[in-house]
């Protein structure tokens, strides 16, 4: 079926009868949110697979970084080093806390911050640095702590294209004060809509809870203003049911990739990122870059496959430093580097249930 529409991705979802199995049982308790059996199950069964000490599931990836950020009680107006080349929820993440998003340049190897530039950004009021480990590509982490431990800033990491990905034989969520992952639909591991904070300290975890149930702490006593932002049971069990299946999913993933790859490689104009040796990815996505010696602009190849079916898309462009809603608040620094990957990135096809047959038909439009 030649004509068949692709898009970049497609939610992975359980067998319909195991997750309808799993949920049978709240029907009979009736607790189908408010950090139930499920919300528990899930929280102790992530802290193994994530390989970290400490969870706090929420309803979103978004909010999760969020009251992350809100937890660590940076004073109002304080300056956040951040990456541009990312998904909007980043930015959006620093600027709803009152802080002020200084952003910081990328590498062309991988898209991810760029840390030999971090310094020159530091100034008396900055607070914080918040990279993102750009399509599960890992941040320089050991160069990014030393400069952080030298000016004494916290590191939030957004992991949120990162489930699953080690780094030297760690979880990349153990890096940094914190890091947080979602499990939207359209990632690697779904809870329909979710997401986590992991760290290490207990005080987080009680603070956490209190930003995302209202601070209650008892029938009687809310200590402290806080938001809701807590996972339901039904998606706390979407994701139990996920991630029985998530190795496998991430195993197909690979093979995928590596079609690509092959396929991809002598292509001349296009360029893949660059993946660290001792790195494990989770193939989350495929992102090439259209160079100029490629005989079409990266948009005129976005529009020949969306003519023939394949939406591919145009992840992370514009840069969130570009946004409208951003025009005009925050200084302008230097992200030539970003600019240009922006404006060369287009993200195929890549899910568990995509077959070699439709990765042929993309490639082949790409070859030309
Ligand atoms: C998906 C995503 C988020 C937000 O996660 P949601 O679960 O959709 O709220 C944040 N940052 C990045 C980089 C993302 O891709």
Redesign the pocket.
Known sequence: MDNQKIFVTRSSMPPYEEYIEAIKPLWDSHWITNMGQYHQELEQKLKDYLDVQQISLMV????A?ELTIQAMGFPKGAEVITTPF??I??THAIVRNHLKPVFCDVKPSDGTIDETKLEGLITERTVAVVP?H?YGNVCNVEEIERIADKYNLKVIY?A??AFGVTYKGKGIGSYGDASVF???A??VFNTI???AAVFSGQWLYDKLYNLKNFGIRNEELVSEVGANAKMNEFCAIMGLCNLIHVGEAIGHRKALAREYEERLKDVHGIRMFEKKTDAESNYGYFPILVEEEYPLSRDGLYERMKKKGIYVRKYFYPLTADQRCFENRFERTKLDCARELAEKVLVLPLYESLSIQEIKRSTEIIEG
């Open positions: 979103n990836g978004h909010m970084l990312t998904f929820s980043t993102v750009v957004d949120a294209h979602s499990f939207h359209t990632k809509e979710g997401g």
